[in-house]
């Protein structure tokens, strides 16, 4: 069981950055792929990065890919994602989650565990 939460949400405006950090406990972390997701309202969740266990590999989505830098400390059992240039329509809850194995991927069905989710709004 691993437990998950996020923090470093808030309000940014257009152009603006923010870090997300995720906290992890309850298991060995580097065990562990970490992803970020989203969710704006009326839209499903949607897949944003993922990174390794060792951190060597990451995958981003098209619409983040340049702006946005997933990374982990293992020491410090914490996940982040980098933020820049924000736009309007980043705006959502944003979402770590985490599954046990070493390959990063993408669907968010293989991802066994969630954190409660964090509020980014981008401000034009």
């Known amino acids: 069981q691993v437990q998950l939460v996020e923090s470093g949400g808030g309000l940014v405006q257009a152009g603006g950055s923010l870090r997300l950090s995720c906290a992890a406990s309850?298991?060995?972390?580097?065990?562990?792929?970490m992803g970020w997701f989203r969710q704006a309202p009326g839209k499903e969740r949607e897949f944003l990065a993922a990174?390794?266990?060792?951190?060597?590999?990451?995958l981003y989505s098209d619409s983040v890919k340049g702006r946005f830098t997933i990374s982990r400390d293992n020491a410090q059992n914490t996940a982040y994602l980098q933020m820049n240039s924000l736009k309007p329509e980043d705006t959502a809850v944003y979402y770590c989650?985490?599954?046990?194995?070493?390959?990063?991927?993408?669907?968010?069905?293989?991802?066994?565990?969630w954190g409660q989710g964090t509020q980014v709004t981008v401000s034009s």
């Open positions: 989650a985490a599954r046990l194995g070493t390959v990063a991927v993408t669907p968010r069905g293989l991802y066994g565990y």
């Open positions: 309850g298991r060995t972390f580097s065990n562990y792929v």
């Open positions: 990174i390794s266990g060792s951190g060597d590999n990451t």
